[in-house]
């Protein structure tokens, strides 16, 4: 079969004019109802009905509902693995496939074609903000852009979130795959047409209301908020699905001997991020669907006027999107844990801090929420609650910060990329560290609040806690998932771009926030002295942009040229490294036993796993 | 060189790295200038903070290079480094010892916050409005005086109290360093007592649609004397005693409280609706390709249902809210001086003017 053919008739496509079809009958059923019953055309419940059924037309053409269909009418369905029959192995990639690396792949690839899309939208509206006026967007244009950006980039941590935690905890606690490899390809394939819908709703008008949809300005934006707001809530279901599977995955199939000390300090803290993602999805969930109601049946939530409240969406709506930024980081800090023992030769300082750190950020991280609220007219009483509850986020974040500092200490240290990249990781992280505090104490975030200083801080939370970590992660595992080392020297030119590219980028945010400048404005005035601090961010965005390209390029050609990496490049202890690369099909031929503990690098004759169980003579 | 030798090199560029730091910091990143009795307050702790920022980034950024540079693996090293797993005192410390700071600048930070949000003597009221994209601002001691700037006697305790018409805006001025949302359906508060005689701008600070970016308004801290000139200047007249036109213009305007001024030009540049000069009686091309010429009905008409009948290139922005609000203000106006007008009849009279 020719490679177009494949494309062609692979579950992506099918998946892509399956929803197409479903959207084309959503909006037809509910405009034709309309213009039977005679009521005035507006769109507007076509669109949503429409997004809805699209979805469902998505799942349907790409083949995810196939074996749930079978079920349900009592068919067998054997758990198909391996490659597509008749087909070359790239293809599995592009059909639904129940094998975890492949899904832990898939996740991957498209959160970067995605991070890639939104770092597009940003680089658009920052060349646009480098001068003061307007040089070629409209206002129209540009709300758009910044609030796509937002929207489009969260997904993109999810998937890359997804990605890390699908392709690296069965392989690091000995499973064969996770425990629903149906739901784990649900959990993927779910994330593609709500992107889709997010971007359709960025191409049919867009919207202007961020990536948060505070009503009531939500409920009188254009067309496109209802397609991001039913994006962002269908991308729901990724997470959820995920985060279950991946708390049943670690609780029943970890393998012999592998307490919850013995696990890989990875594998806590993506524990701990499925635990927030499966318990406050929901909640974020329900604040978008009453958005939607509102404005298509005109239930009313929001609306003061007869009885709603404005404010209570926020409540909802930053009950999730606050913890959820833990989801973001923790499996970030995860990887830099992980990492920083190889890389040093030497034992991660204080194990156990470490990871009971990850779940204190993670329950913490549930009582925070109203930070977001300080300036929106949340009483004292409470706002001082929720100031001592943000600010004790720093005790748990700095016991990190400290263990990690204390693995380097005295080791001996190598600095590959992926080693790069955890220092970058640390340093970035520290900026967004170190300026959050005082975004946490309310006299101060009475000025802060809402202008470039936060803007600063959370993209340095965003790039230290995931960006810089899921670049290591991705060079660092590249030898595993690729069986080819990658090319260290476009490796290192990445690094050494992006790295003083975004100090510069979120230095210069925070700098031009104190002096004045707000969030979210398409312009700003000349006199108030933010114009060379502009151009210098908008260039370090560029660097930083072009640097990704480079990393794109170096994975890409990388793949084919470069020689095989061996079973274990870096020397490392954990399970994954013991086998060839890439894994086999179901992982470890043999199951594995845990004789030692994970990171006990210079304690001679110590291992971790032994992979015979049989000749450790119990 | 042996552990202690390390710690006590690594300690004294700690020193070094954080006065490094702390005067970079204070060198590069200005607060505006500080112009009330809460920037005086808030910014000690401005100050404070940029120390802490300062020791902490230079603790973990000393040590991380010092050992990247002193603990680099020699080539040709393939042993594994020092076993060390941990130090339980070491981890008590780093927990408490921020546990313990956290508290301190909490309950510093309460206190501030009280003093910031507690009733103060002798408080003079503003009303301030907030619509897509203008502000208003009402001042209940004087009568009749809304204004579209905010003017404030300078040592006066002020407290605004503020109200959205329509979606979330945000009231900030940098020089005066606190903030606050306007939120619809309630009224929030917020303290000042402006403390320089100077000229500042107040921008909205939460998205609120299309024109966020403009929603301005100046600020004006001067004189009591100065202040008390301008109330008396400024003070609307009676309703009876105003023409027609000269009523739709103050409708138009922000000081009359509806402010189609944040939207509608009359000197013919864009806006974010069509400008009004020359609108009367104008060959009006509309969004589905038909032409409507602009007479009264169809002035009336986009006013009370402003998604009707929309004019080509301009989005459909304008919230369906002045039906509402203009029949309170007749109201207002038929029992204080039992004048019946008809403010859409008054704006049209208004339009009517603007001819180019």
């Known amino acids: 079969m020719g490679t177009l053919r494949i494309i062609a008739t692979s579950g992506l496509i099918r998946g892509l004019i399956g929803q197409a079809i479903g959207a084309a009958l959503g909006f037809g059923f509910v405009t034709l109802i309309r213009l039977g019953m005679g009521l005035e055309s507006n769109p507007e419940p076509g669109a949503v009905f429409g997004a809805l059924t699209s979805v469902i037309g998505f799942l349907a053409g790409a083949g995810v509902l196939t074996d749930w269909s079978k079920w349900a009418l009592g068919k067998e369905t054997p758990l198909r693995h391996g490659p597509q029959p008749g087909k070359p192995e790239w293809a599995r990639y592009l059909h639904v496939d129940y094998n975890h690396k492949v899904i832990g792949i898939q996740y991957a690839v498209t959160s970067v074609l995605v991070l890639l899309v939104g770092g597009i939208f940003a680089i658009t509206f920052r060349i646009e903000l480098s001068l003061p006026g307007m040089q070629f967007l409209t206002y129209e244009q540009y709300n758009t852009l910044f609030s796509g950006h937002g929207i489009v980039m969260i997904a993109s941590i999810l998937l890359g979130v997804g990605a890390m935690v699908n392709y690296l905890v069965p392989l690091m606690i000995g499973a064969s795959d996770m425990a629903f490899p149906r739901l784990n390809a649900f959990s993927y394939w779910v994330s593609v047409p709500a992107a889709v819908l997010i971007l359709t709703g960025m191409a049919i008008g867009g919207w202007d209301t961020g990536w948060v949809a505070y009503p009531p300005l939500s409920l009188i934006a254009p067309l496109g908020v209802q397609l991001f707001v039913l994006g962002f809530f269908v991308n729901g279901f990724s997470s959820i699905a995920g985060s279950i599977n991946l708390l049943i995955t670690v609780a029943t199939m970890r393998a012999k001997g592998m307490s919850l000390f013995k696990m890989p300090i990875f594998v806590w803290a993506a524990v701990a991020a499925a635990l927030i993602q499966a318990t406050a999805t929901q909640t974020v969930g329900m604040a978008l669907l009453m958005v939607v109601t509102q404005r298509v049946i005109g239930l009313n939530f929001f609306d003061p006027a007869t009885g709603g409240d404005p404010v209570l969406y926020q409540h909802l709506f930053w009950f999730y999107s606050h913890p959820v930024v833990y989801v973001f980081v923790l499996p970030g800090l995860g990887v830099i844990s992980e990492l920083l023992p190889v890389f040093s030769r030497k034992p ?45 986020v720093a005790v748990p974040t700095g016991v990190k910060f400290f263990s990690w500092v204390a693995t380097m200490w005295e080791g001996k240290l190598s600095f590959e990329t992926p080693m790069l990249f955890v220092l970058g990781a640390i340093s970035v992280f520290l900026i967004g560290g170190v300026t959050g505090p005082i975004l946490g104490n309310i006299p101060t975030d009475m000025h802060l609040h809402d202008s470039y200083w936060v803007v600063g801080h959370f993209h340095a939370t965003m790039f230290g806690g995931f960006v810089f970590p899921f670049f290591a992660a991705l060079y660092y595992w590249y030898p595993k998932f690729s069986g080819r080392m990658y090319k260290e020297s476009l490796g290192k030119l990445h690094f050494w771009l992006m790295t003083p590219g975004f100090w510069l980028m979120s230095l210069g945010q925070m700098q031009i926030g104190l002096l004045g400048m707000r969030r979210r404005v398409a312009d700003y005035d000349p006199s108030l002295g933010y114009d060379t601090t502009h151009v210098v961010i908008t260039v370090a965005g560029l660097i930083i942009g072009w640097s990704v390209l480079i990393m794109a390029y170096n994975l890409i050609s990388s793949a084919r040229s470069q020689p095989l990496a061996g079973n274990n490049p870096w020397n490392s202890r954990s399970p994954e490294w013991q086998i060839s690369s890439p894994p086999p099909e179901f992982n470890y031929d043999v199951p594995f036993e845990v004789v030692g503990e994970p990171y006990d690098y210079g304690l001679a004759g110590s291992v971790y796993i032994r992979m015979d169980p049989s000749s450790s003579g119990e | 060189m042996s552990n202690r030798k390390h710690i006590y090199a690594v300690s004294a560029l700690v020193v070094v790295g954080a006065i490094v730091t702390y005067f970079g910091l204070t060198a590069l990143y200005k607060l505006p200038v500080g112009a009330s009795t809460e920037a005086t307050t808030i910014d000690q702790m401005f100050g404070v903070y940029f120390g802490l920022i300062a020791f902490w980034f230079a603790l973990i950024m000393v040590f991380m290079l010092y050992a990247v540079v002193v603990f680099k693996r020699k080539p040709g090293d393939t042993e594994d480094a020092a076993h060390i797993h941990g130090n339980t005192t070491v981890e008590i410390l780093w927990t408490v010892v921020p546990l313990v700071l956290v508290v301190a600048l909490g309950v510093w930070g309460a206190t501030t916050l009280k003093a910031l949000t507690s009733e103060r003597e002798g408080e003079m009221v503003v009303r301030v409005t907030g619509q897509q994209w203008s502000w208003s601002f009402e001042y209940p001691e004087s009568d009749n005086l809304v204004s579209g700037d905010l003017v404030l006697p300078v040592n006066q305790p002020i407290l605004l109290k503020m109200r959205a018409n329509d979606v ?16 619809p359906g309630r009224d929030t508060e917020l303290r000042i007592t402006p403390t320089d005689i100077g000229d500042y701008m107040l921008r909205c600070a939460e998205i609120c649609g299309l024109s966020h970016t403009d929603m301005l308004a100046k600020v004006r801290v001067v004189s009591q004397s100065d202040f008390d000139a301008w109330v008396k200047e400024n003070s609307l007249p009676a309703m009876s005693e105003l023409s027609t036109e000269e009523r739709g213009a103050l409708w138009y305007s922000t000081q009359g409280g509806f402010a189609c001024s944040g939207c509608h030009t009359v000197d013919g540049s864009a806006g974010a609706g069509p400008t009004w000069l020359g609108l009367y009686g104008r060959q009006e091309a509309l969004e589905d390709g038909t032409t409507i010429t602009a007479d009264d009905a169809y002035i009336r008409n986009s006013i009370l249902h402003p998604a009707d009948q929309i004019v080509a290139g301009f989005p459909n922005v304008m919230p369906p809210i002045y039906e509402a609000q203009f029949a309170a203000k007749e109201a207002e106006i038929l029992a204080e001086e039992n004048l019946t007008v008809d403010i859409i009849e008054d704006l049209i009279a208004y339009i009517k003017t603007l001819q180019e």
């Open chain 1, 348 to 392: 991660l300082f204080g194990y156990r801090w470490i990871a009971l750190s990850s779940l204190g950020i993670a329950l913490v991280g549930f009582l925070v929420w109203a930070h977001h609220m300080f300036v929106a007219g949340v009483d004292n009483t409470l706002r001082v609650f929720f100031m001592y509850a943000t600010m004790f």
């Open chain 2, 168 to 183: 979330l805006h945000s009231f900030w001025v940098p020089e005066f360093r606190v903030k606050q949302d306007l939120v």
